[in-house]
């Protein structure tokens, strides 16, 4: 048992050391798009070079070996996943894995809540390594899911899409973009709240920023942040 856990640990620390990440000027931190009260959040710098990092680490080697992990990637659900992979491959000319790379490169947050008397929500904030690889992502998306319908909406002059699978899918989900950086939910109101973020992160004065506190402008999270050790 403290070997499973001495290498589950390990793998942790792989994820969290990578936190040297810069932005431009006219970039806001994923992280900062998340509301304070958030009850997980995981966040994953420099995602693409964490995961080539993995890949070729004995770290990979020791997980492969475990039964449980071979159980996995022998079973109906990864195997059903190197198949899409597959197929998305001969349609786009990159598998999904490759498109979620370039489009996840620079930095992933997944954040969930807990309202109350409602389900858990969720929101996932990536950042690309260029608006080029984000762009291409998305046709990717559009191309493997041809009759997916999408209307524009507006949030603060900002815009963001309501994508359904097909006309008459349940199966829908919102996104808006700023740049290369791309927030989408199955909500609608956490991603109007990242517009909200956005927008205050770039106009301090303004009211919305008196409003609800982002995480990454926490102080407890910027300290223990600053605790981790950077690579």
Not at 15 to 38: C, H, K, M, Q, W
Not at 124 to 136: E, G, S, T
Not at 174 to 199: C, M, N, P, W
């Amino acid at each position: 048992m403290r070997s499973i856990r001495g290498v589950f640990a390990a793998l942790l620390v792989v994820i969290l050391v990578s936190n040297g990440r810069t932005f431009g000027d006219d970039e806001v931190a994923p992280i900062r798009l998340i509301d304070a009260s958030a009850a997980v959040c995981l966040e994953i710098p420099r995602f693409e070079a964490t995961w080539s990092k993995l890949q070729d680490s004995r770290l990979l080697a020791r997980l492969k070996g475990f039964p449980p992990v071979q159980r996995f990637l022998a079973g109906p659900g990864f195997q059903k996943w190197t198949l899409i992979d597959e197929y998305a491959r001969q349609a786009t000319g990159k598998s999904v894995t490759a498109h979620l790379l370039g489009a996840f490169s620079e930095a992933v947050v997944i954040a969930i809540y807990l309202p109350d008397g409602k389900p858990p929500q969720g929101v996932l904030i990536a950042q690309a390594r260029d608006a080029d690889a984000l762009k291409q992502t998305l046709l990717a998306w559009a191309k493997l899911e041809p009759e997916h319908v999408t209307r524009t909406l507006d949030h603060h002059g900002q815009s963001y899409i309501r994508r359904a699978k097909s006309a008459n899918s349940t199966e829908v989900v919102y996104y808006t973009l700023f740049g290369r950086t791309i927030a989408l939910s199955d909500q609608e109101r956490l991603i109007k709240q990242v517009i909200e973020f956005h927008e205050a992160a770039g106009d301090k004065g303004n009211s919305i920023a008196a409003g609800p506190q982002a995480l990454g402008d926490s102080e407890h999270f910027r300290t223990n942040r600053a605790r981790l050790p950077a690579t």
